[in-house]
């Protein structure tokens, strides 16, 4: 018998081996905007709504937790097709909402988890595991679709089948925004351990973590014959490309990175520990990469090739490249241009240095800081020879405004910010309106110039703008104290110094944090006690 037509209905799991068919009749029966509630329980099955005439949602009462969609509705431990699909949709007043759910165990070919086919979808508070594609998308797919996706969870999904394409989720002529979300464990057998972005899909992604992410080619994200991909304060860590991008490969696009964390990615065989870009125009801002590796060929961190590649207010340190670019291989007519960045610590097997640059492709580099990279910036031919202006470069650099001088980084490679005392500070030119702020965004230029590197000076690494004025007298003074010390702290430090400042640093930082001056008070207390300790040590 059909249920009557209503506002909200409530469902429970059989405890059989499909609940499909209730689903569906719920579907059929809810009104246009109404929710659909699913008790925690493991429900088995394979929903499809097809074609709408109206708007609703699907609601998870105990959150992804304790309700739980499996896509097993035979029994045998395998997926029998997508746990959800929801197709045409765009006609809609409103998207369909998917909230509350672990979507586990689906098997498509596109879409394990979630198959989105031409629809406008918002999905919220959801865990995509352990779901499987043989071509595309094992976590989430989405063709000609615009799904809002926040707060999800994307974790052990696999494209593993010849050719498959993105572990997490695959996306083909669609509008993808995506926040709040962590890709983790994600494997495809092609590209994109994470995320594939394709035929003509825009790409949208902020406050989003991807971390242990494996594929052939980008080992988190590959995009190519994209419209514009756009990433924005997301960590994007520990992924692994066997071939290609460690943490990005993208090709014949426009890309846009602010905000971001690049540490320990690693292109196995290949070029772009971090990113490998191939007709791409690129623009990085405020964006750090640590400790990123190209075991056997070239570009630690970013490789570029016939491509635009701009970056500013950006920290390059620890990365390493087996063969030439410890940092960076540019080629084949492309046109990079690097500004108030910091380039620290990067090693590479072949002509060791931070940049090579090849087949007309000179870097323009203004008010950057280079140094101990070995051969700091390596031209291959004499028409890739780098601009460089108005930056500290280790073993010099003609140009207007270079220096050759130690930078006096308050504790590297920790912290890369400039002591008072550095010859960096106040050394470099007026860049705006193209950098108006550096990579914590203190204004430049905070005294007569703007600084080299990616960190302004601005006296201090803590501000006292956010302390109430019981705490002010006292963060002053502990200010005096620190910049008393600092100086004295060694190139090479002990780990006994090493341990000291970074709790001094954890204390002043939850102190600039804290809003009740009494917590703040204590906080600086300690960091002053420290300081003391620190100074007592250096002697």
Request: hydrophobic fraction near 40%.
């Amino acid at each position: 018998m059909p249920l009557a037509a209503m506002p909200a209905i409530t469902l429970h799991p059989s405890g059989g081996p499909d609940d499909t068919a209730a689903v569906h009749a719920a579907i059929a029966a809810i009104d246009d905007g109404g929710v659909i509630y699913f008790s925690p329980g493991t429900y088995y099955v394979n929903i499809n709504i097809n074609s709408p005439a109206k708007s609703f949602s699907l609601v998870g009462i105990g959150g992804p937790d304790h309700t739980i969609l499996n896509g097993d509705t035979t029994g045998d431990e395998t997926g029998d097709g997508s746990v959800v699909t929801i197709r045409d949709t765009h006609s809609l007043a409103a998207p369909i909402t998917l909230e509350g759910f672990t979507l586990t165990n689906g098997a498509h070919t596109f879409g394990g988890g979630l198959n989105n086919d031409r629809a406008s979808t918002i999905v919220t508070n959801c865990v995509f595991r352990d779901n499987t594609a043989s071509s595309g998308g094992a976590g989430m797919a989405n063709y000609q679709s615009a799904p809002v996706v926040t707060s999800c969870t994307f974790v052990d999904n696999s494209a593993s089948s010849p050719g498959s394409d993105g572990g997490g989720m695959y996306n083909a002529q669609s509008q993808p925004r995506i926040s709040s979300c962590i890709f983790e464990g994600n494997v495809a057998q092609d590209e994109g351990g994470a995320i594939v972005n394709a035929s003509g899909s825009s790409l949208f992604v902020v406050n989003t973590s991807f971390v242990g992410n494996s594929a052939y080619n980008g080992g988190a994200i590959h995009f190519f014959n994209s419209v514009t991909v756009t990433i924005e304060y997301c960590t994007i860590s520990g992924n692994t490309a066997e071939n290609d991008g460690g943490g990005i490969n993208a090709g014949n696009s426009t890309m846009f990175i602010r905000g971001c964390t690049f540490s320990e990615n690693t292109a196995e065989n290949w070029q772009g520990g971090a990113i490998y870009n191939r007709y791409v125009t690129a623009t990085v801002l405020s964006s750090s990469f640590h400790e990123n590796e190209a075991i056997k060929r070239n570009a630690g961190a970013v490789h570029n090739e016939h491509s635009t590649f701009s970056a500013a207010n950006c920290v390059f340190a620890g990365n390493w490249a087996g063969g030439e670019g410890g940092v960076m291989k540019n080629v084949d007519d492309s046109i990079v241009t690097l500004m108030n960045c910091t380039v620290f610590g990067n090693g590479a097997g072949s002509n060791d240095g931070a940049l090579f640059n090849q087949r007309r492709s000179p870097p323009t580099i203004t008010n950057c800081i280079f140094w101990d990279n070995g051969n700091e910036i390596y031209a291959a031919d004499v028409e890739s020879i780098a601009l460089v202006t108005y930056s500290d470069v280790q073993g010099g650099h003609l140009g207007i405004g270079n220096i050759d001088t130690d930078p006096l980084f308050v504790f590297a490679p920790t912290n890369l910010s400039l002591r008072a005392a550095s010859p960096c500070v106040d050394a470099g030119t007026n860049l705006a309106p193209g950098v108006l702020d550096d990579i914590l965004g203190v204004p430049r230029p905070q005294r007569m110039a703007y600084d080299m590197g990616a960190y302004e000076y601005a006296g201090s690494s803590w501000s006292p703008v956010s302390l109430q004025p019981l705490a002010r007298t006292q963060l002053q003074a502990a200010l005096a104290l620190w910049n008393g010390v600092a100086c004295r702290i060694p190139c090479d430090p002990s780990d006994e110094v090493t341990a000291l400042v970074w709790d001094i640093q954890k204390h002043m930082e939850n102190a600039a944090q804290l809003t009740n001056p009494v917590y703040a008070s204590g906080q600086l207390a300690q960091a002053a006690a420290l300081m003391e300790a620190l100074a007592a040590l250096l002697g």
